[in-house]
């Protein structure tokens, strides 16, 4: 067999044997591969190519031999080529070829297999004899090396990302056990500066705490300090009063005896508020060049701080009873914000779909968690969950879930595999704590309409054809998280069209009991899907709600209540 090869085409001529089919393709199976094709679409063609040789060979060579056969492939734009020539006259099907009466009939089989696997096949005469030209429509062909960098740059932005998330969640633990065992205020500011400090580059870091009147910095042994009243630092009393945020990007524009007055640095203040009171001021100063980072993740983590450092000076000031149970009161609203901070703000909509839930707790924090990610452009993963129990202990498992699945964004496109990874890495916590998360995953492509959904004990989604049919169940089986630490999640495949309409639910919607005991369920609550659609997406969470409170005729809820509706465009 002589074959030619260069980067996008290759060239072989083969004797008119069939022995010599399953060498030829697997030449045609590596050019492919090297060039990363999906490897899911390969059997359909090989079994087209293979189809077309054979024909070549048996048909095109009878009376020939030992005449060869010429074939070639290239690969143009997102186009693969297969040229197949023989030296004979062989007579095909015409381009509206089928499947013959008798399926098993050698006779138009192969030709009905050829034209229904690539998008065109095209018969011409040569010099030579016939020449057979097979197009499919793929992808741009990528390379290996681009693909493996692809991939490295992902698994570094996940892992740096995991890190400094990893980092953030030590802090606050940290924080939390300074509070419980440090007595002094001194201890507690200098402590919670330190780890701030451990998590991120700031040069300067101060805690004011407004006293009788006048701001004291608690580490200053020269007991620094300056009434409220005064010019001395015009912005941070601003902040005080305000209770707002405050970035400033130059520094210069204070006093030189401005505790803020630097000529290259910009500086953030973040009140420190004690039951709607300003208690204090965090002021952190570092380069302008750095200052951008003032808005992300910092801020968020100063916040975290100033609601410590609040219970820290309430703590400092009184021990008394009301002060306790109060002090108790806003270590659950800290814990409320930050997994509050963790739920999507704002839902992504785009000209693919419109997307919208929400997720209502039991007691001031839950164990309920969703998710909506865009992946690059490509689709959308989708991720609900209900971690067993209720409280700090659920919500922190859910924090450290969230955590988890976004470190491997690299999987959204295979939501069984991505489950599956989660689980291996969360089950040493669920099992210490003897606790388990039932969760859906689903990802949406935005190409071929197509939603994967993997499940891990959860309960089924509920999808309307169209808008107009009756809900169906959509379901994957799965165990829950933390029962078997090598669990492999299966994944469902569902064609989706436009309009159809998809809504995600925790256990806490359906299980909802009225004064007598009854269960709304999961057919109660499907039968009024068609009602909680009526208005639109946007109010589909808020009708969704109003039919499981109706149930409950008023009484207190149980479990935590989520949703998510997505409806295709």
């Known amino acids: 067999m002589a074959e030619l090869k260069h980067q996008n085409i290759s060239y072989c001529e083969v004797p008119g044997e069939l022995s010599f089919v399953s060498s030829v393709a697997e030449h045609l199976k590596e050019f492919c591969e090297l060039r990363l094709i999906d490897t899911t679409i390969w059997p359909a063609i090989e079994l087209g190519f293979c189809e077309a040789l054979n024909n070549a060979i048996e048909h095109g060579c009878r009376g020939f031999r030992p005449k060869s056969v010429k074939v070639m492939w290239q690969w ?8 197949i020539e023989d030296p004979g006259t062989f007579k095909y099907l015409p381009k509206t070829a089928r499947l013959p009466d008798d399926p098993l009939s050698e006779s138009g089989r192969g030709c009905f297999l050829i034209d229904s696997i690539f998008d065109s096949a095209v018969h011409s005469k040569t010099q030579y004899g016939h020449k057979l030209v097979l197009v499919k429509t793929l992808h741009r062909p990528q390379s290996p090396i681009a693909k493996m960098q692809e991939l490295y740059e992902t698994l570094q932005s996940a892992t740096n990302d995991l ?12 924080f939390a056990e300074d509070l419980s065992r440090e007595p002094w205020l001194a201890e507690a500011v200098s402590s919670s500066l330190a780890r701030l400090q451990s ?27 300056f009434e409220l009243t005064s010019n001395r630092s015009i912005s941070i009393v601003q902040a005080l009063r305000t209770q707002r945020e405050q970035i400033i990007v130059d520094c210069t524009q204070f006093a030189r005896s401005d505790p803020l007055y630097s000529v290259s640095e910009s500086a953030l203040l973040v009140p420190i508020s004690y039951q709607d009171e300003c208690v204090g001021i965090i002021s952190l100063q570092m380069p302008k060049q750095d200052a951008i980072q003032f808005e992300t993740r910092i801020a968020r983590l100063a916040r975290a701080i100033s609601r410590f450092l609040a219970i820290a000076i309430e703590n400092a000031s009184t021990i008394n009873q009301k002060k306790e149970h109060a002090r108790s009161k806003t270590q659950l609203e800290i814990a409320a914000e930050i997994q509050q901070s963790l739920l999507p703000s704002k839902f992504p909509n785009n000209e693919h779909f419109r997307l919208t839930g929400k997720c209502v707790t039991a007691l001031a924090v839950g164990g309920d968690y969703i998710d909506a990610i865009e992946i690059k452009g490509r689709g959308l993963l989708l991720v609900i969950a209900d971690v067993m129990g209720k409280g700090v202990p659920a919500a922190l498992l859910a924090t450290i879930f969230r955590t988890a699945i976004r470190s491997r964004l690299n ?5 069984g595999w991505l489950l599956s990874q989660t689980n291996k890495q969360i ?3 669920l099992g210490h704590l003897n606790m388990f ?10 190409d071929d309409y197509r939603l994967k959904l993997a499940s891990a004990g959860h ?8 808008g107009l049919s009756e809900p169906e169940e959509i379901c994957s089986e799965g165990v829950p998280l933390g029962i078997k630490p090598d669990d492999v999640y299966d994944e469902r495949l569902i064609q989706l069209g436009a309009k159809d309409r998809i809504v995600f639910i925790t256990d806490g919607i359906y299980e909802v009991e009225n004064q007598s005991g009854e269960m709304l369920g999961i057919n109660g609550f499907s039968k009024r899907l068609p009602e909680i659609w009526q208005e639109g997406i946007e109010a589909v969470p808020g009708n969704a709600l109003s039919v499981v409170d109706a149930h409950s005729q008023g009484g207190a809820a149980q479990d935590d209540k989520t949703l998510m509706a997505l409806e295709i465009l």
């Open 163 to 174: 890190s400094q998330s990893y980092s953030e969640l030590d802090a606050l633990q940290g």
């Open 427 to 429: 089950y040493d916590e």
């Open 199 to 225: 998590v991120f580059t700031i040069p300067h870091a101060v805690v004011w705490v407004l006293q009788q009147g006048h701001l004291i910095n608690p580490l200053d042994h020269k007991e620094q300090r």
């Open 76 to 83: 143009e734009g997102e186009q693969l080529i297969i040229e």
């Open 459 to 466: 309960c089924p989604a509920f999808l309307s054809r169209n």
């Open 437 to 446: 998360i039932t969760a859906q995953v689903a990802y949406y492509s935005y």
């Open 411 to 415: 999987l959204a496109e295979t939501p």
